[in-house]
């Protein structure tokens, strides 16, 4: 019996450690204007020749968590990110679902989350992007990433690049 509860008190001590730690930086902001911060991001990436990608997600979200997660410890991706779009992470929770923003986008949230909205430097809606098809086995693909991110960027998107079309 003194086994019996000296289990249940381990077991108390490390549940109550584990709950009471606080989680590192939220992501998502419910109380984010996403309007607003789309209209600061067009700006940018006016100014740094950029497009603008919207990740859109919530901190409930384990793969979308997982995809900054991803992003972040994989330099490559990361730089390749940083360097071709201005980046804005729109929240999707039940304290916000940015229903309007969503509506406008064409309803990207039917693809699950995260899903990723390519929007050009006026500010326009070029591609939506299921990122199941960026994933290998149970994370990301450091290639279908760089490829996705390629394929998106403004650079990629300029006509001179293409001699056909001159």
Not at 31 to 44: F, G, M, R, S, Y
Request: one cysteine or more.
């Amino acid at each position: 019996m003194k086994n019996v509860f000296l289990v249940f008190i381990v077991l108390a001590l490390n549940s109550t450690i584990v709950f009471s730690q606080k989680p590192e930086g939220k992501i998502y902001k419910p109380e984010a204007n996403a309007k607003k911060d789309i209209e600061l991001a067009t700006q940018q990436a006016l100014n740094e020749n950029k497009n603008i990608m919207l990740i859109i997600g919530g901190n409930w979200c384990p793969w979308c968590i997982g995809l900054h997660k991803f992003i972040d410890e994989n330099s490559s991706v990361d730089s390749l990110l940083r360097a071709n779009y201005v980046v804005v992470d729109v929240n999707y929770s039940k304290e916000n679902k940015n229903l309007e923003l969503l509506r406008k986008l064409k309803f990207p949230q039917r693809f699950g989350f995260p899903v990723i909205v390519i929007l050009n430097q006026e500010g326009e809606q070029i591609h939506t992007q299921n990122t199941a098809y960026l994933e290998k086995e149970k994370t990301y693909s450091v290639k279908k990433l760089t490829e996705f991110f390629k394929n998106w960027s403004p650079a990629a998107l300029e006509i001179s690049n293409y001699k056909d079309y001159n």
